[in-house]
């Protein structure tokens, strides 16, 4: 099973979000014990690094940076990508451009914890708790 993640999910992650961290660490780990293969949209690295650097300084973001690179696949957008999710029925272009990536990638799931914002995807969204409870069946 291949898994598109979600900008909000790692920010869940290094941010430490208390009510949605427990959820978004298990998906993370699940792809680090090769459970699962994900993959990130290669604009939430930018997104991840600026917030991360803003809140905790240059050099952690740097490290969460390296990290993630070396850790996950990381889907890049060219121009196509952004022309099907200009045409794509998501109305939020950035989530038509991670829901463009996923289909790109052959995903089976993104995983988000903004479902509702995801319809009209080709790719199904589920949340963190949902991927969870799907991967112990």
């Excluded at 905790?56 to 940076?65: D, Q, R, S, T, V």
């Excluded at 991670?98 to 009209?120: H, M, P, W």
Aim: aromatic letters at 10%; one cysteine or more; a negative charge.
């Amino acid at each position: 099973m291949k898994i598109m993640i979600d900008v909000n999910v790692a920010l869940d992650l290094v941010q430490r979000r208390i009510s949605f961290y427990d959820a978004s660490a298990a998906v993370i780990n699940k792809v680090l014990r090769q459970e699962t293969l994900g993959c990130f949209p290669s604009h939430a690295i930018t997104t991840i690094f600026y917030v991360v650097s803003k809140y905790a300084g240059h050099e952690k973001a740097n490290e969460i940076l390296d990290w993630l690179l070396a850790q996950f696949d990381i889907e890049a957008a060219d121009k196509k990508t952004f022309l099907r999710a200009r045409t794509n029925a998501i109305k939020d272009f950035e989530d038509a451009v991670v829901a463009s990536l996923a289909e790109t990638a052959q995903c089976d799931y993104i995983v988000t914890r903004n479902v509702a914002d995801f319809k009209g995807s080709s790719i199904e969204a589920i949340t963190p708790e949902e991927f969870l409870v799907m991967m112990e069946t």
